[in-house]
């Protein structure tokens, strides 16, 4: 059974960074396309970095672009979102996701058929 779990969330001040995990267990993440989510209260969810590790192309949200970067660990079966220059509207519960395929618009990022989901962490950027 595939399974991704989420670490790394906390409280931070504006300006601050955090470097979010995501583990899985029951598959490889080079069998999928792989996606950062967030969601903030009353919001949609929105798509913060999606990738594909064995193609090398990662796509970053225009919110985010500059300030976060994917990087991964195959040993540990893990990857990671570095978050710096954080800011409050940055505040949202991050979530990983696998799926079969990217898209990819102006203004959006997303993965084809994210079946796979962590069960988030939350982020809280004080001002």
């Known amino acids: 059974e595939v399974q991704l779990v989420e670490s790394g969330g906390g409280l931070v001040q504006t300006g601050g960074s955090l470097r979010l995990s995501c583990a899985l267990s029951?598959?490889?993440?080079?069998?999928?396309?792989v996606g950062w989510f967030r969601q903030a209260p009353g919001k949609e969810r929105e798509g913060v970095a999606c990738f594909s590790l064995p193609d090398r192309v990662f796509y970053y949200g225009d919110p985010v672009k500059g300030r976060f970067a994917v990087s991964s660990d195959h040993a540990k079966n893990t990857v990671y979102l570095q978050m710096n220059s954080l800011k409050p509207e940055d505040t949202a519960v991050y979530y990983c996701a696998l799926g079969y395929g990217l898209h990819i618009e102006p203004g959006l990022v997303g993965l084809n058929d994210a079946r796979h989901w962590g069960q988030g962490t939350q982020v809280t950027v004080s001002s």
């Open positions: 029951g598959g490889t993440f080079d069998d999928y396309t």
